[in-house]
């Protein structure tokens, strides 16, 4: 094969893990408000059967389960904040930085988040997160209690200081994408190679 076809043949292997990640954000999205809504249902019948037995006639509940759909707000955030980190391994090869720099993870999920907006797949009660919110998510998706399956493991590395890589581990890469996200890991505990790589992100 020629520098070229493998240049296109990887470019089109990252094209469509991106496809694949964007589809898995809608996803989310989809089972968030499916969920939601279940419960939801099961908690208002439940409501009006003991008002029923209390007061003899059953009023419209208003209980909603606040604490579900919170859980699928953020665990959207971290997926986003995963692809973010994604993202610029696939295009640059290089790690990202939560809010600093117009390619930083906080600028990828406004980003995202308006399209999504635009889309009409964003659920119309969520309220696009601030910088904070991002910026503990992203935490998250380095964050092994949140991914307890290990076969599912953080997704994001943290580096320190800001700084995410995608994580060097075989459920997410293989051959030299692998080999090359284990130099980078271990090429950023050296000062000299940090502020090479941070030269490249400016």
């Known amino acids: 094969m020629s520098e070229g076809q493998e240049r296109l043949t990887k470019f089109f292997y990252e094209v469509r893990k991106l496809h694949e990640e964007h589809e898995q954000i809608l996803g989310a999205l989809q089972e968030s408000q499916r969920t939601a809504a279940f419960y939801q249902d099961h908690f208002q019948r439940a409501d009006q059967v003991m008002t029923a037995v209390k007061q003899g006639h059953a009023k419209t509940p208003r209980f909603k389960p606040d604490f579900l759909e919170n859980e699928r707000y953020l665990r959207t955030i971290r997926l986003l904040a995963k692809r973010a980190g994604f993202a610029q391994w696939n295009s640059k090869h290089l790690p990202i930085h939560v809010t600093q720099g117009p390619e930083s993870i906080y600028v990828f999920v406004k980003e995202e988040i308006r399209k999504l907006i635009s889309m009409g797949k964003w659920p119309r009660k969520w309220t696009p997160p601030g ?72």
């Open 131 to 202: 910088k904070r919110t991002i910026e503990r998510r992203a935490q998250e998706a380095a964050d092994v209690k949140y991914w307890p399956d290990p076969e599912e493991p953080p997704p994001l590395l943290g580096l320190g200081g800001g700084y995410y890589m995608p994580n060097p581990h075989p459920a997410y890469f293989e051959g030299e994408a692998l080999q090359r996200l284990k130099e980078l890991s271990e090429g950023w505990q050296n000062a000299d190679f940090r502020r090479g790589v941070k030269r490249r992100l400016r």
